[in-house]
T-cell receptor, first 114, second 116 residues
Framework: DGGITQSPKYLFRKEGQNVTLSCEQNLNHDAMYWYRQDPGQGLRLIYYSQIVNDFQKGDIAEGYSVSREKKESFPLTVTSAQKNPTAFYLC?????????????FGSGTRLTVV | AQKVTQAQTEISVVEKEDVTLDCVYETRDTTYYLFWYKQPPSGELVFLIRRNSFDEQNEISGRYSWNFQKSTSSFNFTITASQVVDSAVYFCALSEAQAAGNKLTFGGGTRVLVKP
């Protein structure tokens, strides 16, 4: 079955460390997105990519980096510059240019700074 | 100004009560799509329904129903005879042509708590 796989489900980071969250999809979707969700809050867009080797900053990109070397993969790195990284991170994908389709979401990664 | 507004941040009901979640949107597009997603405590967002701007028929799926009114730019969601399993955060979202990056625009979400 097609879908989006995020790993790990839970991640613990020490102060000053970079960590990378994985997002893989086998839906053949062109567009991929990373969102951050804080407790009791809505979704905030971090980065998105509409095509391989290209990506754009979202609303809260500072302290994060991404790459899009393959269509299937859109990893997110939370750098030490992100001062408050504890949050729930959701990856999503969508067929490019197909407005009638919504997002397909992964199951999320819960990141905690220890 | 927010493009998708979910004015209710949290709704608490007792099991078997009906609950209606409001969603008001803003767009200049004549063709657009609206979505509802459910986020249970596990975290993953689950797609519930899509509605395009040309179809104003209300839809019912089991205990769920949706009321789309273009005249008031609203796409409200009703859960009839709520159950504890309906406890979740519900997001309304808009898909429009002018959105950069082919992005959906989400409302802030409404947390529904159904008490036994």
């Amino acid at each position: 079955d097609g879908g989006i796989t995020q790993s790990p489900k839970y991640l613990f980071r020490k102060e000053g460390q970079n960590v990378t969250l994985s997002c893989e999809q086998n839906l053949n979707h062109d567009a991929m997105y990373w969102y951050r969700q804080d407790p009791g809050q809505g979704l905030r867009l971090i980065y998105y990519s509409q095509i391989v080797n290209d990506f754009q900053k979202g609303d809260i990109a500072e302290g994060y980096s991404v790459s899009r070397e393959k269509k299937e993969s859109f990893p997110l790195t939370v750098t030490s510059a992100q001062k408050n990284p504890t949050a729930f991170y959701l990856c999503a994908s969508r067929p490019e240019g197909q407005r009638r389709y919504g997002y397909t979401f992964g199951s999320g990664t819960r990141l905690t700074v220890v | 100004a927010q493009k998708v507004t979910q004015a209710q941040t949290e709704i608490s009901v007792v099991e078997k009560e009906d609950v209606t979640l409001d969603c008001v949107y803003e767009t200049r597009d004549t063709t657009y799509y609206l979505f509802w997603y459910k986020q249970p405590p596990s975290g993953e967002l689950v797609f519930l329904i899509r509605r395009n701007s040309f179809d104003e028929q209300n839809e019912i799926s089991g205990r769920y129903s949706w009321n789309f009114q273009k005249s008031t730019s609203s796409f409200n969601f009703t859960i009839t005879a709520s159950q504890v399993v309906d406890s979740a955060v519900y997001f309304c979202a808009l898909s429009e042509a002018q959105a950069a990056g082919n992005k959906l625009t989400f409302g802030g979400g409404t947390r529904v708590l159904v008490k036994p």
